[in-house]
Each structure stands twice: as C-alpha cells, then as structure tokens.
C-alpha cells in the first residue's frame, strides 16, 4: 500500500519521532509511507530513513483563538477546525494533494483536518500517538482541566464549534453528513502510544496501550561533571524563564547535571552542569540519573518513567500542563509552576531528592513496564494499522 502519514500541529521533536518508529515497520513489510509534514525540515534532520519521502503538509495560518482551552476540539482549532471559513479552504489543500499522491489509507498524527479532507475523499484513516493528540473518540467532549470542575453544558459549549465546522464541511464538499468531531474520530480508530499512567485522559480511558515507542536517534552521552549530589538530567530550553531557574537552582546546590536543550546557554553554565546540544542517549543516562527536570513532554517524560527515575516538571504548555497532573497522581512526579524562581526550585530539587515515596512510586511504576518491548509493539501496530484501513 501507499499510505500518507499527515502531521498539522505542535512543534518540535515529538510527533517525527511518534511516527518513526511505525514508518520504519511499515516499509520493512513492502509498504510505502510518504510524510506530508507540518516542518519539513525537522523530519529530513532527524528521521530521514522512516519514510519514503516527505513533504509539505497544509497548514492554516492565522491567529490563535483565546480564551481557557477546554476540550480536544478547541485544541485543534489552533489548526482551523475553528472556523469553517479556514477549514474549508485547508480540506481543499489536502483533497488535492490526495489526487497527486494517490495513496491507499492515511496515518494521522496530531492532524485532524487531513482527517476531515480523508472522510471526504472516501479515504480510510486512522489516528496514532499520545492520547492528548490521539484521543478516544468517546473523550472528544472531556476536559482537559479535570481539576478545575468545568460542568457538562460549559464543555458542550467548548466543542460546538468543532462539531459545526465538521457538519458544514461536509456539506460544502457532499460528503456523507456527519454530527460532529466525535463521529469523525470514530471513523479513524485512534491508537494510544501510551502507557495507563501517560494517558492524559486518566488511566483506562483508551482500550489498549501499545506503550510509548517514540525516540529519536540519540547517541550522545556525556560524563557526568563532578558534583556532590544526586545526578540530575535535565530537559529544558533557555529561552524559558524555568530553564535559568533550574540552572541557578543547581549551580547553588552543586549536584551533577546533564543537560540537553536545542539553543545553547545564554552564558556559562556552573561548573556542575554539562550540557549537551545534541540529544542525549536517555535510556543509557537514565540508568545512572537519580533525577529528571523536564517540562513534561511526552516522549522524555515517558522514557524517565519507564526508567523509574522520579521527575520534577515545569510545564508551560496545556499537554505538559495534562501530564504533569497525571504523573503526580501516579506518584513519580511533582512539579513547579513555569515561572518559579530558582529558590522555589532549589527546594523543590531537595523535596524530590529526599522523598523516598516517590522513588518507591517510580520504581514500581517502571516493573510493571519492565517486559514492555517497543520493537514488539512497534510491528504490532503496524499489523494493526494495515488491518484498521483494509477493513
């Protein structure tokens, strides 16, 4: 088969790395997958062999709506599910390039107008990655702030917009009506590359967890500097206020760190930090890490917790913002407001450090996942996959 892996929204590394791992098990079976992505460049820069070829995908341009984001439906109205004016004309986009592509079933990840622009060609579909892109259709209409007690008729009213561009686009284009977002979704199964304790809608929400298979290529793996203190690695950026607070916070406690992040330090870092422009090998550093500092991204959040390495998350986005949450009732995470001064940081470091709960928490966490074989899933989902878009 030909089929059209489709990414529209987010940014960074997480949603090339998602759909790595099934390109590559897909080709190895005879298939072709081409990539029409959001940033080109990123997928040529560090997944240039998953995928036959890549290119461009639509992408709506304009202002970012305002207001609380409630639900899945008002997340992806960042991508022009908001309005039917911009969704109308970005189906369009995706139509014609499905005429010039020809493929046979379309791989979706965080992509939900290509989704669309598929129900109205006819074309078989399905979703993959973390539940916060890749809900189950039923949570559609869930909060995504589950401690702020939004109520039923208030959620509703957050998702009417997405059900109303999903009902006009269907008529614009003559497609078989459908009643909303939920209904689209139900179309193109959704695959949860998560674990229960990841999923952001709260454990058992999907039906099945393949477990998180992304990663990108990592070789680089630093000494560590010499520091008295637990081992500390650390993913975060510098142009983010949490980024100078965690360095501050660590240069006065002295412990060794390493540290990845795509920019370099604005200025020397202490001593006892060591940082890494290139991504690290987490699966190797984990191993001798006693602490992760993140802002709660998936993909490294998901390798510390399989690793049983307890976290301590800034978040600064609504994904990270989900996780966080649920990794603290799990009981291997606490976390910090993104904009905490270095001594708030500094004390919650030694909280994390001498919490014994926590490290019992991660550890336990990370048994339960110790047979879990990412390669294993991998060409289970791609068996699944094939089956899902050839029923």
Not at 60 to 66: D, Q, V
Not at 148 to 168: I, M, Y
Not at 257 to 270: K, M, R, T, V
Not at 338 to 350: E, I, K, T
């Amino acid at each position: 088969m030909h089929l059209l892996a489709t990414w529209e929204l987010g940014l960074g590394y997480g949603h090339v790395a998602t759909l790595a791992p099934i390109g590559r098990v897909l080709r190895r079976a005879g298939h072709r997958l081409t990539l029409a992505a959001r940033t080109p460049e990123t997928a040529l820069r560090i997944e240039r062999d998953a995928f036959d070829a890549v290119l461009q995908a639509p992408r709506h341009i304009g202002p970012a709506t305002g207001g609380e984001t409630l639900t899945y439906g008002q997340v992806i109205a960042a991508g022009g599910m908001g309005h039917a004016a911009a969704a109308i004309p970005l189906v369009a986009q995706w139509l014609a390039l499905f005429e010039r592509r020809n493929p046979d079933a379309l791989i979706a990840e965080h992509a939900p107008i290509s989704i669309l622009a598929a129900h109205v060609a006819g074309l078989p579909a399905v979703r993959l990655g973390p539940t916060f892109v890749a809900p189950p259709a039923r949570h559609v209409g869930t909060s995504l702030l589950p401690w702020a007690g939004h109520g039923r008729a208030e959620l509703a009213q957050a998702q009417r917009p997405a059900d109303l561009v999903v009902r006009t686009v269907c008529r614009h284009f003559g497609a078989p009506m459908l009643a909303g977002l939920g209904e689209l979704l139900e179309g193109a199964p959704g695959h949860a590359l998560a674990w229960s304790e990841l999923d952001h809608y709260g454990p058992g929400a999907a039906d099945f967890y393949y477990g998180p298979l992304v990663g990108i290529a990592a070789d680089a793996r630093p000494e560590w500097p010499a520091g008295e203190g637990p081992r500390t690695l650390v993913y975060l950026p510098f142009d983010r206020a949490s980024g100078v607070a965690v360095a501050q916070a660590l240069g006065a406690l002295g412990w060794p760190a390493l540290w990845h992040a795509a920019g370099a330090p604005p200025e020397d870092l202490p001593a006892n930090i060591r940082f890494s422009a290139a991504p690290i090998d987490l699966d190797a550093v984990a191993r001798e890490a006693a602490l992760y500092v993140g802002r709660g991204g998936y993909g490294a959040s998901a390798r510390m917790l399989g690793a049983g390495v307890p976290q301590l998350l800034l978040p600064d986005t609504l994904e990270s913002l989900l996780l966080t949450y649920r990794l603290r009732l799990a009981g291997v995470a606490q976390s910090q407001a993104a904009s905490a001064g270095p001594d708030a940081v500094r004390d919650a470091l030694r909280r994390i450090a001498g919490s014994d709960a926590l490290r019992l928490h991660a550890g336990q966490v990370a048994a339960r996942h110790v047979d879990h074989s990412p390669a294993d899933m991998a060409d289970l989902l791609g068996h699944d996959l094939i089956r899902a878009v050839t029923r």
